[in-house]
């Protein structure tokens, strides 16, 4: 791959989906300790862990939230509270929630509208399934899912869209550079379509199966802006080994 500086500022965060309990503090620690220049950081946790990870060095976010700000909802937890925790984002959209959840493109809007309400930056995740992407449909789905998840009233300044193919998660296969360009391409097209110049500073993230070892290659590819980690966001090691590559390639 050529060595193309990234043109917005790096943003690469871990999902650390149900995994973590109290001494995942120490993995805080260590991505404080090992931060790089450049990049921007985010672990999002689980909501559990929040209040008690925040405020140690590194941003912490949620993986989830309500759309609604309070109310009758037993186990769900709002956008407000999440903020209230220490959160300063929050994912919305993950295939893992639209897959276990039902959640629709419209729930998943509602969510980001929460996000945005409560001052956090919204991450909203699109991505096709293998069935999709085998059948040519990719692309048509991802824009339509952006149709639909991201609300009418985004701000440029709260919205990161993740795109992440449902069959590159925790599979170890990844797209090759050409697809990932692809989908990431239409993916800029859209947000200047509805964003209009402001969408210049809109990031994409891409995941699905990043490592160290190929984060070079992948975040080298125009319209990647940062990545969305979950596997190898767990062990603080491995997320800083991505983080220098956005560092290294961030540098001019
Ligand atoms: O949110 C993160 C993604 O689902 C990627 O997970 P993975 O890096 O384990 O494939």
């Known amino acids: 791959m050529g060595e193309a500086v990234m043109s917005r500022r790096a943003f690469i965060v871990g999902n650390w989906k149900m995994n973590g309990l109290g001494p995942a503090g120490a993995e805080i620690d260590a991505i404080s300790a090992g931060a790089p220049d450049g990049p921007e950081l985010l672990i999002c946790a689980p909501a559990t862990l929040i209040h008690r990870l925040s405020r140690r060095g590194v941003a912490i976010g949620g993986q989830d939230c309500h759309p ?11 956008a407000e509270m999440l903020a209230d925790a220490g959160a300063t984002a929050v994912i919305v959209g993950h295939s893992e929630r639209r897959a276990d959840h039902g959640e629709t493109d419209e729930t998943v809007a509602a969510k980001a509208q929460a996000a945005r309400r409560a001052g956090l930056t919204a991450i909203i995740c699109v991505g096709e399934t293998e069935v999709e992407r085998d059948s040519g449909a990719a692309l048509d789905v991802v824009a339509r899912q952006l149709d639909g998840s991201v609300p009418a009233d985004a701000s440029a ?13 925790g599979t170890g296969r990844t797209p090759n550079a050409a697809q ?14 509805r964003f209009g110049a402001e ?3 809109i990031r994409i993230l891409y995941g699905g199966s990043m490592k160290p070892a190929n984060a070079a290659e992948i975040l080298a590819i125009a319209d990647v802006d940062g990545g969305l980690i979950g596997g190898a966001s767990l062990k603080a090691s491995d997320f800083l080994g991505i983080a220098a590559q956005a560092a290294r390639l961030s540098s001019p």
């Open 180 to 193: 990932i360009g692809e989908v990431h391409g239409v993916i800029r097209d859209w947000l200047k379509a």
């Open 157 to 169: 300044a709260n919205t990161v869209i993740a795109y992440e193919p449902v069959w590159a998660i």
């Open 199 to 201: 969408s210049d500073t």
């Open 68 to 78: 609604k700000s309070s109310g009758a909802h037993t186990g769900d937890i709002s």
